[in-house]
């Protein structure tokens, strides 16, 4: 991968590119032709999960895009009903997805959800037994609390670099912030647009027409302010690829980042979450 070093962000060993192409909700050949447009101009960061029900187009869209395996990050996350109980679940699992991407490895294997049925004492060994055989070359989880990741570091033995969570200046994610920071684990922000509603605030909307830019570069650009974090907005419009892309050269002063900070709200979350989700971190 040839990301700029000022492009990426480190945890563990692993070097993230710091913005990276979402596919959530992405389907069918848009899926397809999105991948491939966001590689051919320039993107090094592709995310993708199983239960996005997506993985066999973003590995057609890596094919088509003819872009080097190595020149670029790629995330699959495997959700809790592919690993109850059964370790052997969840590397079945990340082979599957392996098979549909069409390739060898991913860069990132994440753990989707954290869920009681599912002990963290068997499936975090056996996602490191994973990035020992090669088939990931670093691991980390999704929407999991403090409490979660405690635990789950009892049971790796290789560096948790990921924590992908809802983020964006709607939401308050400060304890969970600094704890992460305290451990060398990077917040990665999905829905760093809050599902749109960044156009609408009027705070955001000012900054961005002060900087001429649009409010979703402006939401990016303060996500990307805090070297702790990394964000994969989603798109199914190749049009918005090179926006988003751009996000990563506005520069926001000190005032600007105070005031879309003071956004947050501790019932800012805009994503619904299954049943089973944790208690969040104030």
């Known amino acids: ?45 592709i995310d ?9 187009e973003v590995g057609e869209g890596i094919r088509q895009s003819g872009v080097a395996r190595n020149k670029f990050f790629l995330t699959t996350k495997i959700f809790p009903d592919d690993m109850k109980f059964e370790p052997e ?7 599957r997805s392996l098979e549909d991407l069409g390739t060898d490895y991913v860069d990132l294997l994440l753990l989707h959800w954290p869920d009681d049925r599912v002990p963290l004492s068997e499936t975090i060994p056996a996602l490191c037994e994973l990035q020992k055989q090669g088939l990931t070359r670093h691991i980390g989880v999704s929407n999991f609390n403090i409490a979660n990741i405690i635990e789950a570091k009892k049971y790796a033995d290789v560096p948790i670099v990921v924590n992908q969570v809802e983020f964006h200046p709607f939401i308050k994610q400060n304890t969970l912030q600094t704890f992460l920071n305290n451990h060398h684990i990077l917040l990665e922000a999905y829905s760093p647009l809050a599902r749109g509603d960044v156009f609408d605030n009027e705070v955001i909307k000012e900054i961005a027409d002060n900087h001429n830019v649009t409010p979703a570069q402006i939401s990016l650009a303060w996500i990307l302010s805090d070297k702790h974090r990394v964000a994969i907005p989603k798109t199914s419009n190749p049009d918005h690829l090179q926006g988003n892309l751009d996000a990563i050269k506005v520069e926001l002063s000190a005032d600007e980042l105070e005031k879309i900070g003071n956004l947050a709200s501790s019932d800012g979350r805009k994503i619904e979450h299954p049943d089973y989700s944790p208690v969040w971190d104030d």
């Open 1 to 45: 991968m040839s990301a700029k070093n000022y492009n990426i962000r480190t945890a563990g060993q692993a070097n993230i590119p710091i913005l990276g192409l979402g596919t959530w909700q992405s389907t069918g050949q848009d899926c397809v032709d999105v991948v491939k447009k966001a590689l051919e101009m320039g993107y090094e960061h």
């Open 48 to 56: 993708t999960a199983q239960a996005y029900g997506n993985e066999k």
């Open 89 to 95: 679940k969840l590397v079945a699992a990340a082979k």
